[in-house]
């Protein structure tokens, strides 16, 4: 079992729908990050938290440290979103990150 | 430059020749991490630098896999006798701390085709 799962795996919505992408842990963490990488490769860290919400305009970023849980909303979206979201977490220096969430944002 | 730079971009290189990637990190950045990523997988962790130290590479699958960052900056991570497997994305990522508390940034990658 990953360490770090993520689901849906694949994820396709058309513009304006409300996106959430889920992620489970079982390591311990200090805090959680949401990487986001873009169709040419490129990775963007879009949030790293270690206990409630964070908010970037249309992004938001939940954690529940008692589950084990985070996930990451998408509001509005836009086909500009489109791209691989990946969630990871550790403590101190060693990041764990799972396998990633496709987005795809239909006009 | 403002981000963590890597070079080169693309590799190709037959197999059984030694690559070197370069990682040029944020400057200021005490944190510095390879990750390597296969297609439709996470990144994986490699390797850890505090400053010039290596203290972590439990992740490098292999003694043919070897890193250094000898003045607490620039890092090589070097691969010898390249194998058809070692074919990846291979990032690199700093952080002005230590990522538990901070801000991860990630270079480009490096794009290692072994043939």
């Known amino acids: 079992k990953n360490e770090v799962e993520q689901s849906p795996q694949n994820l396709t919505a058309q513009e304006g729908e409300f996106i959430t992408i889920n992620c489970s842990y079982s390591v311990g963490i200090s805090a959680l990050h949401w990487l986001q990488q873009h169709p040419g490769g490129g990775i963007v860290s879009l949030f790293m938290?270690?206990?409630g919400k964070k908010k970037h305009g249309r992004l938001i970023a939940t954690i529940n440290i008692q589950e084990k849980h985070s996930s990451l909303h998408i509001t509005a979206s836009h086909p500009r979103d489109s791209a691989v979201y990946i969630c990871?977490?550790?403590?101190?220096?060693?990041?764990?990150f799972g396998k990633g969430t496709l987005l795809t944002v239909n006009p | 430059g403002a981000g963590v730079s890597q070079s080169p971009r693309y590799k190709v290189t037959k197999r059984g020749q030694d690559v070197a990637l370069r990682c040029d990190p944020i400057?200021?950045?005490?944190?510095l991490y390879w990750y390597r990523q296969a297609l439709g997988q996470g990144p994986e962790f490699l390797t850890y630098f505090n400053y010039e130290a290596q203290q972590d590479k439990s992740g490098l699958p292999n003694d043919r896999f070897s890193a250094e960052r000898p003045e607490g900056s620039i890092s090589t991570l070097t691969i010898q006798r390249t194998e058809q497997r070692d074919s990846a994305m291979y990032r690199c990522a700093s952080s002005p701390g230590g990522p538990a508390n901070t801000e991860a940034f990630f270079g480009q990658g490096t794009r290692l085709t072994v043939v």
């Open positions: 990871g977490g550790g403590s101190n220096y060693k990041l764990t």
């Open positions: 938290l270690s206990s």
């Open positions: 400057s200021g950045h005490v944190s």
